[in-house]
């Protein structure tokens, strides 16, 4: 499968605990991007990089969060002291190294829920 | 800046009957403009896209949409709905950013 991968698919930690996902894009594609989806909404975009540097920000990513792509490969977001409104599905995608329109190709995502 | 607003976030039809879900959006510039599509428990699955070579765009499993500047809509349709079809399905819009903003969905039922 070349796919998008993500881990672990379901998270459950306790309030005030750190969590860390894990993103794994399709070989080669040069950018990757983390978005936050709750129930009953569309995902919200949180992040990307274009290779190793993370070039925008949402004001949704607040000091708590923090996202790597140390090697321009795959990719890590953390959430540390987790609180009950971080509980959502984190979404990953990433889209090829091509001129012109880039569509992004979605991972299975990570169900977070903080208790 | 860019936005999409889906109207009805719940739509229901009948197997075997047209499909629409509406899509409006809101940009500065010109549009680059998509629909996804998402089944239970999985991510999002790309059905077409609108990159400003035809207004008609075709997209998989007998999905099109229309691209109409003039009403800033860019309208899902499919002739015959399927039982698999049920899904919830997000307009999108990407600005020169390369960031993607989605709608909050319309959830489709398909009623046998």
């Known amino acids: 499968d070349t796919g998008v991968s993500q881990n672990p698919r379901h998270k459950i930690t306790k309030r005030g605990q750190n969590v860390t996902f894990r993103c794994d894009p399709i070989?080669?594609?040069?950018?990757l991007y983390w978005y936050r989806q709750t129930l009953g909404q569309g995902p919200e975009f949180l992040t990307y990089?274009?290779?190793?540097?993370?070039?925008?920000k949402s004001r949704l990513l607040s000091d708590r969060f923090s996202a790597e792509r140390p090697k321009g490969s795959f990719s890590t977001l953390e959430i540390q002291r987790t609180e009950q409104g971080d509980s959502a599905m984190y979404l990953c995608?990433?889209?090829?190294?091509?001129?012109?329109?880039?569509?992004?190709?979605f991972g299975p995502g990570t169900r977070l829920t903080v208790t | 800046a860019q936005s999409v607003t889906q109207l009805g976030s719940h739509v229901s039809v009948s197997e075997g009957a047209l499909v629409l879900l509406r899509c409006n959006y809101s940009?500065?510039?010109?549009?680059?403009l998509f629909w996804y599509v998402q089944y239970p428990n999985q991510g999002l699955q790309l059905l077409l896209k609108?990159?400003?070579?035809?207004?008609l765009v075709k997209g998989i499993n007998g999905f099109e949409a229309e691209f109409k500047k003039s009403e800033t809509s860019f309208h899902l349709t499919k002739p015959s709905a399927h039982m698999s079809d049920a899904a919830e399905y997000f307009c999108?819009?990407?600005?020169?950013?390369?960031?993607?903003?989605f709608g909050t969905g319309t959830s489709l039922t398909v009623i046998p």
């Open positions: 999108a819009v990407r600005n020169t950013g390369n960031q993607f903003y």
């Open positions: 990089f274009q290779n190793e540097a993370q070039l925008e």
């Open positions: 070989s080669e594609h040069n950018r």
């Open positions: 995608a990433s889209s090829p190294r091509v001129r012109g329109l880039k569509e992004q190709y």
């Open positions: 609108y990159t400003s070579a035809a207004t």
């Open positions: 940009s500065s510039v010109p549009p680059y």
